[in-house]
């Protein structure tokens, strides 16, 4: 099953069954239902991504889901009958919120007051899980990584699922605003600025309300929620012990002689200052020397000037973050004749107290 996800691109969704078989034959969980219905739960859910990846109706891979279904039904039951007296250990936590938010997708189909309640089992789990927890990024590497780390990110699936069934609850956007925000700085510690660039993005449209879109209007950025981007501005500069974040890219852009008068009905700058703003771009290190634009995947995103990332070479301050070149096609309504490359700085000028 996993080797027919990696054929349709999965990667994610193959490396989390993988990694599910490799924890139950390694004997990592020691209670047997729990496993049993971890293992089938994995099956389903797998499954049930090839069916969605497929574009006419298959088969064999229709009768291999209705397997993996009733086997996992059974499995169910017997868990029923012990899920109480199972130890809650942080492991134990992990595969109980992965069963039972597979349990909540599959009743969705049918009876989504009856998902409902196997999501907020599984979000039950999650809040008693993080209760463990001395950080907030503990979460993303937890001895059985089933809930993330190079896999699907369940949680995040998970709070997008409470947020959508039960849309009046702020508990759920917020849950999902808060895990975001844990994943940038888990990341960032990491040193892993290319990965929490691209999630910094995801979190822009989340907050902006559009994370079903890959664009930002002009509005969403005049009406951009300036708290979460101080949120994500302190972790940028907190991690990067000063070099990256807003706040320090707008002081180089300010020190470069520019300014942040923009007039949001007109979309244009009042004071634009070509020079400076070159400066500016030179200085972060979006353009070379020579004046040409750096693409996005020759910037160094590194502050470590190891052997291994020597031939990147290290980035200039204020590099990060910054909004993938490849997408700004679309980053700002047609027709509003914005350089499609000022995005921060519009945002400078939405926050001015950054």
């Known amino acids: 099953m996993a080797s027919q996800l990696q054929q349709k691109g999965k990667t994610n969704e193959a490396n989390q069954s993988l990694n599910i078989a490799g924890l139950v034959l390694q004997k990592k969980i020691n209670n047997f239902q729990l496993k049993e219905a971890l293992l089938n739960s994995s099956l389903v859910l797998g499954y049930q991504y090839l069916a969605d ?73 999650i809040i008693s899980l993080k209760s463990k927890f001395k950080s907030n990024v503990e979460l993303f590497s937890l001895d059985l990584n089933i809930l993330y780390n190079s896999n699907a990110n369940i949680v995040a699936l998970l709070y997008r699922k409470l947020k959508k069934l039960d849309s009046s609850n702020p508990v759920y956007a917020e849950s999902l605003k808060e895990h975001l925000l844990n994943e940038l700085d888990y990341l960032m510690k990491q040193q892993r600025w290319r990965e929490a660039d691209s999630k910094n993005w995801q979190f822009l449209l989340y907050s902006a309300g559009r994370d079903e879109s890959i664009f930002l209007t002009v509005a969403d950025v ?57 400066d500016f771009t030179k200085s972060v290190g979006w353009r070379g020397q020579d004046e040409k634009w750096r693409r996005y995947e020759e910037l160094p995103m590194n502050l470590t000037d190891t052997q291994e990332l020597k031939r990147k070479g290290v980035s200039m301050r204020g590099e990060l973050p910054l909004v993938e070149v490849e997408c700004l096609s679309d980053c700002y309504e047609r027709g509003s004749g914005l350089s499609l490359r000022r995005f921060e700085i519009l945002l400078f000028s939405s926050c001015r107290d950054l």
Do not use: H, M
């Open 53 to 125: 990846a497929e574009s006419d109706q298959n088969q064999k891979k229709d009768l291999d889901l209705k397997k993996a279904e009733i086997n996992f039904t059974k499995s169910l039951e017997k868990l029923s009958i012990i899920e109480n007296k199972i130890d809650k250990t942080p492991d134990n936590l992990a595969t109980l919120v992965y069963i039972n938010y597979v349990k909540g997708k599959l009743e969705e189909r049918s009876n989504q007051s009856k998902a409902l309640a196997d999501y907020n089992k599984a979000f039950d789990s």
């Open 222 to 278: 005049r009406n951009f929620n300036c708290d979460d981007l101080k949120k994500l501005d302190a972790l940028w500069v907190k991690n990067s012990k000063g070099y990256f974040g807003y706040s320090v890219q707008k002081k180089i852009y300010l020190a470069s002689g520019n300014s942040l008068d923009f007039d949001w009905e007109k979309r244009e700058w009042k004071n634009w200052n070509e020079k400076g703003y070159n």
